[in-house]
Structures are given as C-alpha cells and as structure tokens.
C-alpha cells in the first residue's frame, strides 16, 4: 500500500522480509550492545554477514563503549544486504508506567538523519519496539507514521514500513489512512 506523499517522499507498506527490501538504507531495531540479537536485529546481522558486526564492534570500541543509547541512531555497511547501509537505533522497551513515546518517536527521527546526512533516497523501517520490547502494535504504528509525516525529508523519496506480518500490516494501514 503507497500512502500520501510527505512532501516529495512517497510512505509504502510492504508486507515482508526487511532484510530482502532493495533501498539506499535499512534500518535495524538493534539493541543497545549493537551486537546482534533476536527479531529484525538477528536477521540483519545474519544476512548481512560479518562487516556489520565488525564495524558494530569499531562502534563500541570507539564512541559508544556503554552502548548506543535509546532513540539514537548510528550507521554501518550493509555487508552483502541490498542496501548500502544498515541505521542502527535503539528502540524503548514499553513501559506501563512511564510515557516513552518520546524516545520511540526519536528512533524514527534520528534514523530520518542518519539516513539523509548519508544522502539516501530511500529507507526500509520495521516496527521499531513492537516486538520484545513489548510496544502496543497500534500506537507503535501511529508514532511511526507521524513522525515520519512530520519530518523535514530533504533527499527521501521513497520511505517503506516493511511488516512481518498481516496484522502488523493491518494496523500501519489503519494508521497511515488515519494520517497517524
């Protein structure tokens, strides 16, 4: 599904494998480590193979040594992806109790960045925390789709949310109808 344009940038859901998405840049719900995990995290790092780690490990030995933080975003090669990059940020674990919107909303943003000061025209997102990290797939679809509508998009063209799954796809869809 292509959504209305932001600007000159077309929003596209794709349902499927992010690690299969042609783009300038994907990004990564990593984990702070940057070293690999589970979910979107460990199917990057397997795909993509080894350079991803290794510059990850560049990473930590250098200006993240605690770890990159959440609502940052970093990037590395994409190793053998299809995608010169892969934009690493660190989504926030759901909380019942604490509004951390701001932080999930700030994956987005910054990733926008990276992405843009590397010059890509084009970026493949998954759902960012609605995994593990246990964020309501409703308001995680809503946040995406708003902040994303609501940055400055100088070089982007073509900004896709790739889902796993049909429900997932459902509710981005719900979302960008409703204009997040």
């Known amino acids: 599904m292509t959504g209305p344009s932001a600007g000159g940038t077309t929003l ?72 010169r990059w892969v934009i690493h940020t660190v989504g926030p674990v759901h909380s019942a109790d604490e509004d951390r919107s701001a932080l999930l909303s700030s994956c987005y943003r910054e990733s926008l960045r990276v992405a843009q000061e590397l010059g890509a025209t084009s970026v493949a997102f998954p759902a960012i925390s609605t995994g593990v990290y246990g964020w309501p797939m409703d308001d995680g679809a809503r946040i995406a789709v708003r902040t994303v509508r609501g940055a400055a998009l100088t070089t982007l063209t073509d900004v896709r949310f790739v889902l796993f799954d049909e429900d997932a796809y459902r509710r981005f869809e719900t979302a960008l109808a409703a204009g997040g």
């Not at 596209?12 to 994907?26: C, E, K, P």
């Not at 589970?38 to 200006?63: F, N, P």
């Open 12 to 83: 596209t859901l794709v349902r499927g494998d992010i690690t299969a998405q042609h783009v300038d840049a994907i990004v990564n719900a990593a984990n702070s480590s940057l070293l690999g995990g589970g979910g979107v995290d460990g199917a990057i790092h397997r795909k993509g193979g080894g350079a991803i780690l290794a510059e990850c490990r560049a990473l930590r030995a250098s200006r993240y040594g605690r770890g990159l933080p959440t609502g940052q975003a970093v990037a590395t090669t994409a190793g053998r992806l299809d995608a």
